[in-house]
């Protein structure tokens, strides 16, 4: 597939979407793009989208802004609604056996928890925990955040290397019971579709209104 059929122009902008598995990239998210999917976990994530924007950056058409979608689990937040990631971190790393505080990449000048400072208006925001795991039950005892998925925080770091904003969406998909089956993680993600849409207008909107600068 062409770059050209992935990059959404707008207001002589070019937004790229970008989404971890088929399955949360329903009827309603169809109707608007066409995104870059990378796979599930952050080595898929990041391999996919760092190839992408070294091709593009080589090729001098970057995306002025990344937009990520997909779904979540939290135990706190409410189930089927969509927040937008004010910050995340990135729960595999410990080196602590080091001396290096848990949760901070050893030999690397970068926080922790890395902040997404560019925010749709009118959309709630929350903290988000990146990791390889599956969360469910007992598990989340662990996540110092409101929310977790797979991929966030790799993209957050593709995007920071290009120096392209970034902005992250995510549908709470499962987290208030203990997960056993994939349905129990896909069995909302039609409603998370239909409300990912009306983010991705607020966002269209925003940019050819200048309230959303890309890059």
Same mark, same amino acid.
């Given at each position: ?14 937004l ?10 329903? &009827?309603? *998210? ?6 870059? =999917?990378?796979?599930?976990? #952050?080595?898929?994530?990041a391999?996919? !989208? $760092? ?30 609604h ?8 990135y ?12 949760g901070?990449? &050893?030999? *690397? ?6 902040? =997404?400072?560019?925010?749709? #208006? ?5 903290? !988000? $925990? ?31 290397i ?54």
């Open positions: 597939m062409k770059s050209s059929d992935i990059m959404v122009p707008i207001s002589g902008k070019k790229l979407f970008v989404m971890a598995a088929e399955a949360e990239y329903g &009827p309603h *998210l169809k109707a608007r793009f066409v995104p870059l =999917l990378t796979g599930v976990g #952050p080595v898929e994530s391999i996919s !989208l $760092s190839g992408f924007l070294a091709t593009m950056a080589a090729q001098n058409t970057p995306p002025d802004l990344v937009i990520s979608l997909g779904s979540a689990g939290s135990r706190t937040l409410k189930q089927t969509v927040y937008q990631v004010k910050s995340v971190s729960r595999d790393m410990d080196a602590s056996a080091l001396g290096f505080e848990k901070l990449t &050893p030999f *690397l000048d970068i926080p922790k928890i890395l902040r =997404l400072p560019l925010l749709i #208006p009118g959309v709630e925001s929350a903290t !988000l $925990s990146t990791g390889a795991n599956i969360v469910s039950g007992s598990t989340y005892d662990s996540i110092d955040a409101d929310m977790v998925d797979m991929e966030t925080f790799a993209l957050q770091r593709c995007c920071m290009y120096s392209i904003p970034h902005v992250g969406l995510r549908g709470i998909s499962d987290g208030v019971s203990e997960l056993s089956h994939i349905a129990d993680w896909t069995e909302y993600l039609d409603i998370i579709d239909e409300k990912l849409a009306l983010c991705v207008d607020t966002i269209f909107s925003g940019v050819k209104s200048g309230l959303l600068p890309a890059r």
